[in-house]
């Protein structure tokens, strides 16, 4: 995730570059458990810019994502890892007081 992506809406781009720098420093993830984050937070800032004007997507926000994964042709299993990627971003906003509320909470896995 370049911080130079003039494109894309700052405030959730700030808040997905602090959430990398925590998955790499804090919880000391491996390298390629936060490139496969990056990728799949790349994908959701890309949809937020286009459907929530890159504000940070609410429940409704997020069922259309997951709804255009499955349009995209992405598997449950697939699914399943954006959900976990998303749920993890969404319980370190909260900690940090960026959201009142875990939309995520209330979504439940795909069936594989």
Same mark, same amino acid.
């Given at each position: 995730?370049?911080?130079?992506? =003039?494109? *894309?809406?700052? =405030? ?9 720098? +925590? ?5 000391? *993830?491996?390298?390629? %458990? ?9 994908? +959701?800032?890309? +949809?937020?810019?286009?459907? %929530?004007?890159?504000?940070? =997507? ?15 042709? *992405?598997?449950?299993? %697939? ?6 990627? *998303?749920?993890?971003?969404?319980? +370190? ?9 875990? =939309?995520?909470?209330?979504?439940? %896995?795909?069936?594989?």
């Amino acid at each position: 995730m370049d911080d130079a992506s =003039p494109h *894309l809406a700052q =405030p959730l781009h700030a808040d997905l570059v602090s959430f990398l720098n +925590f998955c790499r420093i804090e919880k000391g *993830l491996a390298a390629s %458990s936060v490139s496969a984050y990056q990728a799949d937070l790349e994908k +959701f800032e890309r +949809f937020a810019a286009r459907h %929530s004007a890159g504000a940070v =997507p609410d429940l409704e926000g997020l069922r259309a994502y997951v709804d255009s994964m499955y349009h995209a042709g *992405l598997g449950a299993r %697939s699914v399943a890892r954006n959900l976990s990627t *998303l749920r993890s971003l969404y319980g +370190f906003l909260l900690r940090e007081g960026r959201i009142a509320a875990d =939309p995520s909470a209330y979504m439940g %896995s795909p069936k594989q």
